[in-house]
Each structure stands twice: as C-alpha cells, then as structure tokens.
C-alpha cells in the first residue's frame, strides 16, 4: 500500500512516524520547502519560528519524542524545565512556580497586577506603533471560541520543557533520519500542485510529473492547503478569518556573559517581549509580541536591559514570520469530514491533518498537529487494514475532538438544518421588525421551482439585506447567502457563519465550488453578483461576476432574477442608519421568471437584462400612487 503524506512538518512527519510502524506501507513525504519541519525548521538566516516550549500537557508528542533516538537516548532526554522568571514591581526578577506569572497565586498580589497593567499598555501601544509589524493587534482574527480555548489552555499548562539549542538539531533532524531509517522517503522541493481523486487511488502533480498513491494524506498549512484545493478545483471549507504573526529574534551570546553561568533554561517576560534563554547553546530566543516596537535594535536593547547583557552578541537572526506558511492559526478549527465530504469519491483515499484541524488539543501547536495526525491514522485503519499496526494502546486522552461531529451538506461551516431554518426564522422576523416602521415591502412575482435555484439581485444599500430576506419568506425558500468576506467579522461574522453563509473571496474558485456543493447538497444559493453597493446611475455600467453564472452552468439549475427599488434613497451608502421618512419609504422587490442555462445562449446577459427589468419595473410599481 503506498500512502503520500504531503507537508513534512510535525503534522506530516507524525503521520509517517505511525505509518512506518506497518510494513505492509510505504511511506512518501513531499514537502514544497527546502528543509522539512515546517514552522519547526531553523533556516541558516532566519533562526527560530518561536520560542519553542513542550508544555506539560503535551502527551501524544512527547511519547514520539521518547522513540526518537539521540545519542546514547532519545529526544525525549534531552528536555530541560524551563524556569520561568517574572518582573518585580520594583525591579529584578523572581522565580514563578507557573508558566504564566498571573496565574502564579504564590506572587504577590502587586506584582501580578503590575505584570498585567504593562501587559495591557503595551497591547495599546503596539496596536498603534507604527514601529510594530506584528499583526497580533487583529483581534477580528480571532473567534470567540479560539480566544476561549487559549485562556483554557493556559490554565491547564503550568509548566513546560525546552530543548538546550536548536530545534531543528535537536528534534527535526534527528527524527528525519530516523523516519528515514524506517524506510520512509522524504523529498524535499517537491510542491504537490493538484491533487486529482480517481478511482483506483489519487494522483499528485508536483511540477510537470503525476504520480499515483492509495492513500494521500495532507498536512499542509490551512492556506497552502487552501491554495492546493483551489488550484485541483475542488470546495472547501471557508476560513475567512486569516491568522496571526510574531516575529522572532535567535541570538547568539558572547560566552562570557555572567547570566550564562547559570546552566538552567529560563524565560524571562517583560514590556511586551517574551525571552527565552537556552545556556548551553549559549543564546537566547526572543519574541516581541505585544512590544511598542519589533525593530531589531530596539527588541535588542529590551533584552540587554532584561538580561544584564554586558557583550555585544555575535549574531542575530530576525525571522517576521509574515508568510502565511509561518503564522499561528487562530480561527475555528476546520473538521476534517467537512473538507472530505466536499470531494467526490475522496473517502477512504483523502485524509487531512494539522494543527488547525479540529483535534482533542484545541490550540495550535505542535501537540495539536500530533493528535490531528492520530486520529487522521484512526480513520485510516477503519477502512485499510494496512494500517492496524500503526494504531497503539494510549493511556493518554482521545486524539479526536470530544464532541460529536456532523457530516455537513457542503463545506461550509454550518449548523444542522434544523438551527439553521430556525435560525433564518429569527433573522427574518428581525427583518419585519425592523423594515415595518420605517419602509413598506411589496415583493411582486413568485417564481417557484422544485429544487434549487440560483438566486441574483441586484446591489443598491445595506437594506437590500433586510428587503432580501423578507422576499426569500415570501418564496418560501432559505437559501445560502454568498456574502463579502470583510463582513465576516465580529457579532455579524458569527451569525453569517451559523446560517451557513458563504464568504466571498477575490482570486479564489474555493467560493464557487463551496456553492456549488450547497446546490447539489439541495440548498438554493443567492448571489449579488456586482459585489458592492452600486449608485443606480452606475448600474448599467457595473460588472457582474461570473460566480453565480458558474454555479448555475455546472449544476443545470435555473437562475432567478430579482429587482429592486427604494433600498438606496432609503438607506445610503454613505449613512451609517437608515433616513425615517413620513409617509414611510417604499421598497419593491420584482421576482422574474426563472432562466434555465440548457435554454440560454448568453446565460450572463440574459440574467442581467431580467435583473434591470425587474429594477425597472419596481421602480414604476414604488413611484406610482396606489389611488391612481
């Protein structure tokens, strides 16, 4: 059985590290990177991703860890505690008995709370630097339940390990030769570009070749595996929430510093800058994440002033960490099934691990990529019996999330139909509620089909929102809304996710695959394919985009228009409410007659003419005085 494990980061190199246990497997690793270890690589110029601890709780890791052989012992020996030093209230330093100083009940109560009034002006402050290039300052990126599971984790996490130096000396090459070593293959510049699902196997494109495998496993990061699922055409699921950075400093120290006579890692936390101090590697690690300024010398003069340093350093490695491949995930974890469902015929082949795929570990980490890889290995051995050998007995928890999981109609994140249809429910009696005072809404037309449908509007106001939902409770239908990304934000962004809208991405098909999975799932599907908010004298000169159009040709269902009027004088683009008007404000919504694509030789113009035309007609039915 050949299985391809694509990415060799800790991800990737756990999968191999199971599956090289069963000789029935021969294991392959592309990575597209030079060096394997993903974020835990340590390039030449660009030093350390972080400061690189082994938390207390990390159990599924430091178990591969102790199979790992180094020297005389293994990987696993060589972690050192690390201990870990927090500010006084009126200088030096003092030992904490927790990784997190605030936590530390044994500190007094002072010094705790002066470590957190530093912590909160330097998170204003670095917001504002423009001395600052971390993004760390973007809380949007962050969900609720992401900013719930890192405060949970660190409650949980009261100690930790470190490595004496270099994580890829100590850990990701030893463990390379030792896959190696079990007959595993790592090839190393080999960027997989499409991933093509047949059905004797899958097929991996790097460059101009194809090779075939049984099984593929993906590990890549959440955007390389993004980027990998668009280029092979297929639906995914839709993170519109990015990640975030920190930039990393490794520092080599003059051998004569007197903090170095003490053998024992320590870290030291202070101004927005976490640093972490390895002796007998002599250097030190240094994060500026809530610092009023990442610039080298000032990061540098923070740590001279944290360390007592008396020698300039012999070198200094500054990684920002700005590629995507290098950020730290911070957005819901993505369900595997989800992505497998999205591919036809990927069941028993596709597999999917990582640290941002939903695991037992719910921060990401490399523990968290550890245990996505076992149950990635749990699923594998339910259908190939190949891989039983691989699976262990573990005293430690589940490697998969405990809560149930829900095979979804599409890709998207979404909640069972019926949260959904109840949550549609809420938004439209919000609508009523809030159209009723201020707007009277005539939807004209009832263009029902059976099935699915592509729906298309027009794009005038913010109110077109409200006007919309009300004429989907007049259709009867609650179809998936297709929504500008940049509203995925915030309150909004949670209650877009959980009626399964679909955030629109720019220079991306992942949006039209996601709706076409929702449509041949049975749900309808609603676009404003100008996708902004278009003055009406602009209109007629507006482009369209081509994803609804898509949507409709690949699925055969029919495209129903909708035109409306009296949503732009009603709310402006330029308003930040709604203008109340005596008598109230009139809305019309004209619904056209369905467009078939089998019946149409210009799909696009066709729709488009039937959009202006409802406009039109609208427009006439709000002008027009009933007592006429």
């Known amino acids: 059985m050949r299985v391809a494990v694509v990415g060799a980061g800790i991800a990737g190199l756990s999968i191999a590290h199971y599956l090289s246990a069963s000789p029935d497997v021969q294991v392959t690793v592309l990575e597209a990177a030079e060096h394997p270890g993903g974020r835990a690589d340590v390039t030449p110029d660009g030093g350390e991703h972080c400061t690189r601890y082994f938390l207390d709780d990390y159990l599924y890791l430091t178990e591969l860890m102790q199979e790992i052989p180094f020297d005389r012992g293994s990987v696993f020996d060589l972690l050192q505690p690390v201990q870990r030093m927090a500010p006084r209230r ?12 605030l936590l530390d009940r044994s500190l007094p109560l002072r010094d705790r709370w002066a470590i957190s009034k530093g ?13 600052s290039s971390n993004v760390f300052g973007a809380a949007a990126n962050f969900s609720l339940r992401s900013l719930l599971d890192a405060v949970a984790n660190m409650r949980q996490s009261v100690s930790g390990s470190v490595l004496p130096g270099s994580t890829a000396q100590y850990f990701v090459e030893p463990w390379v030769a030792h896959l190696q070593a079990r007959g595993v293959k790592i090839h190393c510049g080999r960027e997989v570009t499409r991933l093509t699902v047949a059905d004797e196997g899958v097929e991996l494109g790097t460059g101009e070749s194809r090779e075939a495998f049984d099984v593929v496993v993906v590990t890549a990061f959440a955007h390389d595996l993004y980027a990998l699922l668009d280029r092979s055409g297929h639906a995914r699921k839709l993170d519109w929430r990015t990640h975030t950075h920190c930039k990393a400093l490794t520092i080599d120290l003059d051998p004569r510093e007197p903090i170095l006579t003490d053998p024992r890692p320590r870290t030291y936390s202070k101004d927005g800058t976490t640093t972490l ?54 957005g819901e974890h993505v369900r595997a099934e989800a992505l497998t469902t999205a591919l036809a015929g990927a069941r028993g082949k596709v597999y999917f691990a990582g640290s941002y795929i939903a695991n037992s570990y719910r921060v990401d980490s490399a523990e968290s990529a550890c245990r996505s890889a076992y149950a990635a290995i749990q699923d594998m051995a339910a259908v190939h019996c190949e891989i039983v050998p691989a699976l262990r007995m573990h005293t430690v928890p589940a490697a998969r999330e405990l809560s149930g999981t829900v095979n979804l109609p599409h890709p998207n994140t979404a909640p069972s139909e019926r949260a959904r249809a109840r949550l549609w429910r809420l938004a439209q009696w919000a609508s009523i509620a809030t159209c009723g005072p201020i707007a009277r809404l005539d939807v004209v ?43 995925f934000t915030g309150l909004a962004g949670k209650l877009l996710e959980l009626v399964g809208a679909i955030p629109a991405l720019r220079g991306s098909d992942a949006t039209i695959r996601a709706a076409e999975a929702a449509v041949r799932a049975g749900s309808s599907v609603a676009f404003m394919p100008e996708g902004r908010i278009i003055d009406e004298a602009a209109a007629p000169a507006a482009r369209y985009g081509r994803g609804a159009f898509e949507v409709a040709e690949s699925t055969g269902r029919p495209v129903i228009p909708l035109g409306s009027w009296g949503t732009g004088a009603l709310w402006p683009d330029h308003r930040p409410w709604p203008l109340v008007r005596v008598p109230r404000a009139r809305v019309v919504v004209t619904v056209g007659r369905p467009i078939w694509p089998r019946d149409s030789a210009d799909l696009e113009g066709e729709v488009r003419a039937a959009v ?4 039109e007609s609208s427009r006439v039915r709000a002008t027009t005085r009933w007592w006429r």
């Open 119 to 131: 912590n909160r002006v330097s998170l204003l402050v670095a917001r504002r630097s423009p001395d």
């Open 445 to 487: 037309g009832d263009a029902r089909v059976d099935g699915p449908a592509v729906y298309v509007a027009n794009h005038r106001s913010i109110f077109d929102v409200v006007a919309g939902l009300l004429t989907f409770r007049h259709l009867g239908v609650q179809p998936v809304l297709v929504v500008n990304e940049r509203y």
């Open 612 to 615: 202006e035309t409802g406009v």
């Open 90 to 101: 009126q200088g030096g330093w003092s030992e904490s008995r927790h990784l997190y100083p």
């Open 277 to 330: 101090l390895q002796p007998a590697a002599s250097r030190c690690v240094a994060v500026p994440l809530l610092a009023r300024s990442t610039v080298d010398a000032d990061v540098l003069g923070q740590i001279r002033d944290h360390l007592g340093l008396r020698f300039p350093p012999l070198r200094v490695r500054s990684r920002t960490n700005l590629r995507p491949g290098e950020a730290v995930f911070v």
